[in-house]
């Protein structure tokens, strides 16, 4: 059975930087695409970026272009979000999903990944 755990939430000033992960168990990464997704109190949950299988292609939600940067290292089993530039409207709950996929292409659709984490905090202070 695949498991994903994210790590490396905390607390950071506005401006700051986190490394999130992604650490799968019971499956290796390599057919899935992975998606990092966000839920703060009272929104919907938000797409924010993807990576395909490969690593080849990425989606990135308009309001973390340029901040964030996703990348995988499917030896480790692992993805990692890379998030710069911190915003107080970043702070939400993270998590990571997993999508089988037969092609290299990633989407921002909840209802396409099946494995999910159970999600790291991110606070971003003012």
């Known amino acids: 059975q695949l498991q994903l755990v994210e790590s490396g939430g905390g607390l950071v000033q506005p401006g700051g930087s986190l490394r999130l992960s992604c650490a799968a168990s019971g499956f290796t990464l390599d057919s899935y695409a992975i998606g990092w997704f966000r839920q703060a109190p009272g929104r919907e949950r938000e797409g924010v970026l993807c990576?395909?299988?490969?690593?080849?292609?990425?989606n990135y939600a308009d309001s973390v272009k340029g901040r964030f940067t996703i990348s995988r290292d499917n030896a480790k089993n692992t993805v990692y979000l890379q998030m710069n530039s911190l915003k107080p409207e970043d702070t939400a709950i993270y998590y990571c999903?997993?999508?089988?996929?037969?092609?290299?292409?990633?989407?921002?659709?909840?209802?396409?990944?099946?494995?999910w984490g159970q999600g790291t905090q991110v606070t971003v202070s003012s």
């Open positions: 999903a997993a999508d089988l996929r037969v092609n290299d292409y990633c989407f921002l659709q909840a209802q396409l990944y099946e494995y």
């Open positions: 990576i395909s299988k490969s690593g080849g292609r990425s």
